[in-house]
């Protein structure tokens, strides 16, 4: 297994007590394999990539309880220095945000060749740092052209240009493309997608993730593709975790999913989905709920039209239904009703 959350429970500290956020996250990509997380706004998506990447605020964030294990070793354990080599090399992240992700200050091509020349001198085994080749203005002429290489990759038309540009002069879909560039670098084991794109429109968005689904597939990396839309993720992903207020409601290979959805709330995602046949589109009526005082049993609970008494008080566990699908849901829990 390449990465292997279990069990995670982030608490923040607010002004109106501990937001029980994460409540038993469990997660794992094997090597090579393309994996959607998807859920509505303010369901836990960001904040356990954060946990992953260990760049969750505490306080006022708090790891409760948990593992994150990649390449089996634990990352929440993992000193400084071993990270740093992990961070930004084996594991890497394509942004949400381009042009406020990159440095304005810097061209293009210095905030690349700085890139791959500290890649380069990082012993990922080791966590250290060792003396390379790629030192002294040789290094950086043999960085600059992997830079050029890089952004031929991501199919940038003029990337001598684009090199001795500073982000602003480029558009959003170019420091997007810059940033997957960037990302890829590394050679990584595990790319990290927060929504990117989000903030471009609609025809560049499609434009990046055709991309970026490319270089993955060309590249043979694992992906965390991180979205709320479930069309974009069956589009990116080979598997989908349906996350629903700080749990996962449902795992499934992603034709599986579309085809026999389980819980109600992935039902509900599904129905939401605009079609081009003019029927109505079906909303999940409701929120997610206040981390401080969610509801005791299952946490879709209130908005569960499916709902009978005991879901109030009991929280359903993920439990197989077939091969490599899991819900957490009592309709599915024969157990359940028998006891
Ligand atoms: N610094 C913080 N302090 C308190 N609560 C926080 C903090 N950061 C996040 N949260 C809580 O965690 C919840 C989940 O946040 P997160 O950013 O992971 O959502 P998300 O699923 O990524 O949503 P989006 O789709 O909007 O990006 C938020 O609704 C908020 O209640
Ligand atoms: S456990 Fe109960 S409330 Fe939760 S999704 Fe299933 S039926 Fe609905
Ligand atoms: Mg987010």
């Known amino acids: 297994m390449l990465l292997f959350i279990e069990n995670l429970h982030i608490h923040f500290s607010t002004f109106e007590g501990t937001a029980k956020v994460l409540n038993g996250v469990s997660l794992s990509i094997r090597d090579g394999e393309r994996v959607g997380l998807v859920g509505e706004t303010g369901c836990g998506k960001s904040i356990t990539l954060k946990a992953l990447l260990r760049i969750l605020p505490t ?20 000193s400084y220095r071993e990270l740093h080599a992990v961070r930004g090399c084996d594991i890497a992240l394509v942004p949400q945000e381009p042009v406020g992700s990159l440095n304005p200050v810097f061209t293009i091509e210095e905030q690349m060749v700085d890139l791959i020349l500290w890649q380069g001198r990082v012993n990922v085994n080791w966590g250290t740092y060792v003396a390379t080749p790629l030192m002294g203005r040789a290094g950086r002429k043999v960085a600059r052209a992997k830079a050029l290489d890089h952004l031929v990759k991501v199919n940038i038309p003029d990337p001598e240009r684009v090199l001795r540009s500073y982000p602003v002069e480029l558009s959003g879909g170019m420091c997007q493309r ?31 993730l055709r991309l970026l689904k490319e270089r993955v597939r060309e590249e043979g990396l694992a992906i965390l593709y991180v979205t709320h839309n479930l069309g974009v993720a069956r589009e990116m992903s080979e598997r989908i975790y349906v996350m629903y207020a700080g749990e996962i409601a449902e795992t499934a290979p992603t034709n599986q999913l579309f085809s ?3 819980h109600p709330y992935t039902q509900g995602l ?11 589109l079906e909303g999940i009526p409701g929120r997610i709920p206040d981390y401080v005082s969610p509801p005791q049993g299952c946490r879709f609970q209130p908005r569960c039209e499916w709902a009978v008494p005991a879901c109030a ?9 077939a091969a490599g699908h899991e819900v957490a849901c009592h309709l599915h829990d024969p157990a359940f009703f028998q006891g």
């Not at 306080?59 to 993992?78: A, H, S, T, Y």
């Not at 025809?203 to 990046?208: E, F, H, P, V």
Request: aromatic share 2%.
């Open 59 to 78: 306080p006022p964030g708090r790891i409760v309880q948990g593992r994150i294990l990649f390449k089996e070793r634990d990352l929440l354990q993992m």
């Open 260 to 262: 026999s959805p389980k």
């Open 313 to 321: 008080t009991v929280q359903p566990r993920l439990r197989p239904v």
């Open 178 to 208: 810059v940033l997957i560039a960037m990302a890829l670098a590394s050679h990584p084991s595990l790319l990290i997608a927060d929504e990117p794109g989000t903030a471009l429109d609609v025809t560049t968005q499609a434009q990046i």
């Open 270 to 280: 599904i129905a939401s989905i605009p079609k081009l046949t003019g029927s109505e």
